[in-house]
Nanobody, 126 residues
Framework: QVQLVESGGGLVQPGGSLRLSCAAS?????????MGWFRQAPGKEREFVAA????????LYADSVKGRFTISRDNAENTMYLQMSSLKPEDTAVYYC??????????????????WGQGTQVTVSS
């Protein structure tokens, strides 16, 4: 069984930065799995934020975060990161880590991801 655990959320002022982490445990697998970040604000559907291909050579971002967020991974540590800068109140949401089955490409779709973490709250407010 694979588990994904997010950390690093919290309260930050507009314009500030946060770094989210997603640690994979159980069967070590993320070297073969594309991983992504999604978020869900109250009353809204879960939306794609960013993804990084299993090989690490390709990334994908939502237009709303492009240029402000950076996704990365450290396969040796079985960990993925999301560096968030220039945060805005509309970035407030629960952020979820997700992973696909093996050797899949990056995708915007929730349905492409087989494994999910429990989420970490990010609140951007003054």
């Amino acid at each position: 069984q694979v588990q994904l655990v997010e950390s690093g959320g919290g309260l930050v002022q507009p314009g500030g930065s946060l770094r989210l982490s997603c640690a994979a445990s159980g069967r070590t697998f993320i070297t073969r799995n594309t991983m992504g970040w999604f978020r869900q604000a109250p009353g809204k559907e879960r939306e794609f934020v960013a993804a990084i291909r299993w090989s690490g050579d390709s990334t994908l971002y939502a237009d709303s975060v492009k240029g402000r967020f950076t996704i990365s991974r450290d396969n040796a540590e079985n960990t993925m990161y999301l560096q968030m800068s220039s945060l805005k109140p509309e970035d407030t949401a629960v952020y979820y880590c997700a992973a696909t089955s093996m050797y899949r490409d990056t995708s915007y779709s929730v349905n492409a991801y087989a494994y999910w973490g429990q989420g970490t709250q990010v609140t951007v407010s003054s």
